[in-house]
């Protein structure tokens, strides 16, 4: 059965660090690109990191570049996604996404191409 499971959310301070993890089973991750999204009140669902597939291939929002890192445990099938100095802005529920990658080359941010979805994890950034 497939299944994504995301955890590490919590509740950090403006400046701080979480790391986010996805879990994901009854899949070949060389087969699907994983994607990372936020959910933050009164907003639309915005991709904010992605994995390609095969290649490695990364892709970060806007609001991600240069303090977001996605990374990817073959092994473990773990997507990660380490924040660093952490926003107010960054809260809200992340979710992991997978996308099968036999339907485009690269990973991408747009959330309606994404087939699978995990439950989310909150992430509250509040001093």
């Known amino acids: 059965q497939f299944e994504l499971v995301e955890s590490g959310g919590g509740l950090v301070q403006p400046g701080g660090s979480l790391r986010l993890s996805c879990a994901a089973s009854?899949?070949?991750?060389?087969?699907?690109?994983l994607g990372w999204f936020r959910q933050s009140p009164g907003k639309a669902r915005e991709g904010v990191s992605c994995y390609t597939a095969k290649s490695g291939t990364k892709w970060y929002g806007d609001s991600a570049k240069g303090r977001f890192t996605i990374s990817r445990d073959n092994a473990k099938k773990v997507l990660y996604l380490q924040m660093n100095n952490v926003r107010v802005e960054d809260t809200g529920v992340y979710f992991c996404?997978?996308?099968?990658?036999?339907?485009?080359?690269?990973?991408?941010?747009?959330?309606?191409?994404?087939?699978?979805w995990g439950q989310g994890t909150q992430v509250t950034v509040s001093s």
């Open positions: 009854g899949l070949t991750t060389d087969d699907y690109h």
């Open positions: 996404a997978a996308d099968r990658a036999q339907f485009r080359a690269m990973c991408t941010g747009t959330s309606s191409v994404y087939s699978y």
